[in-house]
Nanobody, 120 residues
Framework: QVQLVESGGGLVQSGGSLRLSCAAS????????MGWYRQAPGKQRELVAT???????DVVDSVKERFTISRDNAKNTVYPQMNSLKPEDTAVYYC??????????????WGQGTQVTVSS
């Protein structure tokens, strides 16, 4: 089992910045990829960024110029840094961890979600 606890959401003005965090606990030794997704009202959940245990990152093109992701393996915590926020970034942001099974495949674990609201 894996538990994910998110923090750092809130209300910010357009152009501002926010840094979220997601701390993982439990069977973390089988987690390689962690990431963040977001879901805006009336829309499907979409990928924002991922990072491997080795630090390899992937950020979706729509936010690549403004968002970064980092990871502290000692703290089992992932940090998305969101800069130059826009009203369209308003969404519930979810932390994700992929638990790798020993014989292939994986299971997704999700945090409870944290609201990010960007005012114009």
């Amino acid at each position: 089992q894996v538990q994910l606890v998110e923090s750092g959401g809130g209300l910010v003005q357009s152009g501002g910045s926010l840094r979220l965090s997601c701390a993982a606990s439990g069977s973390i030794f089988r987690i390689n990829v962690m990431g963040w997704y977001r879901q805006a009202p009336g829309k499907q959940r979409e990928l924002v960024a991922t990072i491997t245990r080795a630090g390899s990152t992937d950020v979706v093109d729509s936010v690549k110029e403004r968002f970064t992701i980092s990871r502290d393996n000692a703290k089992n915590t992932v940090y998305p840094q969101m800069n130059s926020l826009k009203p369209e970034d308003t969404a519930v942001y979810y932390c994700n961890a992929k638990y790798d099974y020993a014989y292939g495949g994986y299971r997704n674990y999700w945090g409870q979600g944290t609201q990010v609201t960007v005012s114009s």
